[in-house]
């Protein structure tokens, strides 16, 4: 039998979600064999996967919550690949967000919440687009490749958060977590259910962020100069420069830009669900974003989708520990699945795969 691979002509079409779900089934197949080697049941883990990530309310709205950050991110990291820009620093940008809203709130704690709000989201997103514009820098002056230094401001960012809750801005009254004062009530984001009673749970008014950001970067890519520019320039840096369309400057706009988003989410995460800064805001959100962003192809509708079910999937791998006693581990190896085999199963929508016989095609010719 000889295989043959062939381009296709057309696209798959209908066939496309056929293969995605094939993946994912593929994904979670080979993450029950995990469960089954660690010496838990394969079957009954997928079980409690499921219905911790989707089989109650509370188990939904968790989910919802954890994909807020993480589809900002993913938009922050999606505007630079977009350029094929691989902004690696989500994780990085997310932490900066987060101390610069911190210093807003602990600053000018006396500001009314119509005040003290937008001031700790403008000093997210500036903090946050300066953190990103470090790699822009040093791969247009020197450069530099970005995938290597955004990844490492990774580290330094979460290191520059740590320092600040176990140092300087540490409460004294927190016997000795290391965690800041809690922000006044004017600097946290209030939650939905005050409004519209307790059925909505934690959620709170950082989910209108989502649509709002998700809008304005389908726009901005659709509608205006600079997004088609952008796109164009994607195709590579000498056709971009052979056009006289400005690379270094949209360098620079798409790795600012997503920083400071990924800087908002950092601002949310820490105003409306700690309403504090701790080291605990850092649990991967950064990094999912950039699985997230893969997966989703780079679009706004299916980034929130994908945003979606990867956070319920976390939900879900919470109760599996607490049921199975499974590590922590086992959330990124299903992201890391998902996506080697999603990436894979792309192959089948541009090729066609299909098994010959020599001796029956030389007996027809």
Known sequence: MTLIVRKREEPIGWGAPVIYLGALAVALALCAGLLALYGKPALGGMAVLFRGAFGQPHSLLDGLLKAIPI????????????????????????????????????????????????????????????????????????????????????????????????????????????????????????????????????????????????????????????????TACGEGERVARYAAMPYAMLVALVLGVGGGVAGMAGCIEASATLGRLQPTIMVGYGYTAITVAWLARLKPWPIAFTAYLLAALRVGVEVMQLELQIPAAFAPILEGAILLCVLAAQFFLGYSVRLRDPARAGAES
């Open 71 to 230: 589809f900002l991110c993913s938009i922050g990291v999606a505007l630079s690949f977009r350029m094929q820009i691989w902004n690696i620093g989500a994780e990085g940008q997310f932490a900066l967000g987060a101390v610069g809203a911190t210093w807003a709130a602990l600053t000018f704690s006396g500001l009314p919440g119509p005040l003290l709000l937008p001031l700790m989201l403008c000093c997210a997103f500036l903090l946050g687009g300066a953190w990103g514009l470090i790699p822009a820098a040093l791969r247009l002056r020197l450069g530099v490749n970005e995938v290597i230094t955004s990844l490492m401001l990774n580290y330094i960012g979460v290191l520059v958060l740590e320092y600040l809750v176990f140092g300087p801005w540490k409460d004294p009254a927190s016997f000795g977590f290391p965690m800041t004062a809690e922000f006044p009530p004017g600097g946290q984001i209030g939650r939905l259910s005050a409004f519209f009673g307790p059925a909505f749970g934690k959620l709170h008014w950082g989910l209108l962020a989502c649509p709002l950001v998700g809008a304005a970067y389908a726009v901005f890519l659709s509608r205006t100069r600079l997004g088609f520019e952008l």
